[in-house]
């Protein structure tokens, strides 16, 4: 029996990049869009598509299976009668935008067919949420060769979620401010981006070691005062660090930025109206913004497609 349930996407604020080498990251779920699991009569070029990739996934997780690698207990067998009955995954959740689309649909199989699960609640604890994680990076490494397991998390869970290090991660309050003339928001490059090359690309650099230095000494330390103040609701540092960030990730994370994009981001810096930083592995999708006046932002930024996420 199918749970009648939606599965919403996520952003990661900060922490790209960074959390694959111990940083701290904030993921926060992201209600605009959402899929569920559904079967429909109607064929759709859609539908069919989706149930042939959930077809492949069927498989993977069957070979998992086969040789004892499978993280939980997962009903296959109604997986594959439903997958012959026509289920697909119905998302709204755009692919290789960085907001989650194969984490939605990782948590959404994990719940409806895992015979053994963690159920989702506001007071789960943290033990819990870890055990989690490591169970989603093992079912979604299918879609990206390797997985945090954090974007299932956040869409199983639908809370925010603070990651301090690998190892210690829990859920966290958000500050709201309804009325704020600063803002977070999502900027849409029209562009679809693809994690796994970036993140190998990503992994090659880090064997160098200036560029291990500067994850360090500068990445790491503007990223953690950034959640930090975010968390408090302190604007100002939250923005200075912001847009030391900024500049960090233009001078050294180029090929994750899409070169029509390279300008734009200087000019924030530069006129300090916006911040521009990497929203998930970058490449396309969308760029996230932070700025304290989000209407000047916006005439900075006309024929932009901005959404904004959060506002301070």
């Not at 997962?74 to 290789?96: A, H, R, T, V, Y």
């Not at 003339?181 to 880090?206: D, S, W, Y």
Request: proline residues 4%.
């Amino acid at each position: 029996m199918l749970k009648d349930s939606k599965y919403y996407s996520k952003i990661l604020l900060f922490g790209e990049y960074g959390i694959i080498k111990d940083s701290m990251g904030l993921s926060i779920p992201y209600n605009d869009y959402n899929g569920s699991l559904i079967f429909s009569a109607k064929k759709t070029s859609f539908s069919r598509k989706s149930n042939q990739n959930l077809n492949k996934f069927y498989n993977h997780l069957s070979t998992l299976e086969g040789s004892n690698k499978l993280p939980c207990k997962l009903d296959l067998n109604q997986f594959k009668l439903d997958i012959e009955k026509g289920i697909f995954f119905d998302s709204s959740i755009p692919q290789g935008f960085g907001v989650g689309s194969s984490g939605a649909l990782v948590a959404a199989v994990y719940d409806t067919y895992c015979t053994n699960k963690i159920v989702s609640s506001s007071d789960i604890p943290n033990k819990s949420i870890l055990k989690l994680k490591n169970i989603f990076g093992q079912l979604e490494s299918f879609f990206h060769g390797t997985s945090s397991g954090l974007d299932p998390l956040i869409c199983y869970l639908n809370l925010p979620i603070l990651i301090k290090s690998k190892e210690n991660l829990g859920t966290v309050g958000i500050p709201s401010t309804v009325n704020g003339k600063g803002a977070i928001f999502l900027m849409n490059t029209g562009e679809t981006g693809e994690t796994q090359p970036l993140v190998q690309h990503f992994l090659e650099r880090c064997k160098e070691d200036g560029f291990r230095k500067m994850l360090k000494n500068k990445f790491k330390k503007y990223n953690d005062a950034s959640i930090e103040a975010f968390l408090k609701n302190d604007i100002k540092p939250l923005l200075k660090n912001v847009k030391n960030l900024s500049k960090v990730i233009l001078e050294n994370f180029k090929p994750m930025i899409p070169k029509l994009y390279h300008k734009l981001w200087q000019e924030g810096i530069e006129s300090n109206a916006y911040y521009l930083k990497l929203c998930g592995s970058g490449g396309g999708g969308f760029i996230l913004g932070f700025t304290e006046d989000f209407e000047k932002a916006q005439q900075k930024l006309q024929g932009y497609s901005l959404d904004v996420i959060h506002r301070f």
